[in-house]
């Protein structure tokens, strides 16, 4: 079992920045890759950005590349989301997934075997 727990939303205002952790804790005695993802009221759940292992590895969706940076801390077992130049747009409850796949950095949600609560991040104009 694996335990994911994000922290770090609140409200901002348009053009602000915000970093989420996600703070990983259980079965943590593998390699794995870790993702962000976020859903807004009455749309589907999006991808955001990955990470690999090492951290050397990551990838992001194009609605959010170049204002958001993805790391992590495996001594901590957390993985941070950076995100800058917050817009009205990215208003949603953004989740950390877990993904024990390792041959290629995962961006589909089937591909995460480990999901966070979710955290709330409200943009106002």
């Known amino acids: 079992q694996v335990q994911l727990v994000e922290s770090g939303g609140g409200l901002v205002q348009a053009g602000d920045s915000l970093r989420l952790s996600c703070a990983a804790s259980g079965s943590l005695d593998r390699v794995y890759n870790m993702g962000w993802f976020r859903q807004a009221p009455g749309k589907e759940r999006e991808y955001v950005a990955s990470?690999?292992?090492?951290?050397?590895?990551?990838w992001y969706a194009a609605s959010v590349k170049g204002r958001c940076t993805v790391s992590r801390e495996n001594a901590k077992n957390t993985v941070y989301l950076q995100m800058n130049n917050l817009q009205p747009d990215d208003t949603a409850v953004y989740y950390c997934?877990?993904?024990?796949?390792?041959?290629?950095?995962?961006?589909?949600?089937?591909?995460?075997?480990?999901w966070g609560q979710g955290t709330q991040v409200t943009v106002s104009s």
């Open positions: 997934a877990l993904s024990t796949i390792t041959n290629w950095l995962a961006t589909a949600p089937g591909d995460f075997a480990w």
């Open positions: 990470i690999s292992y090492s951290g050397v590895t990551t």
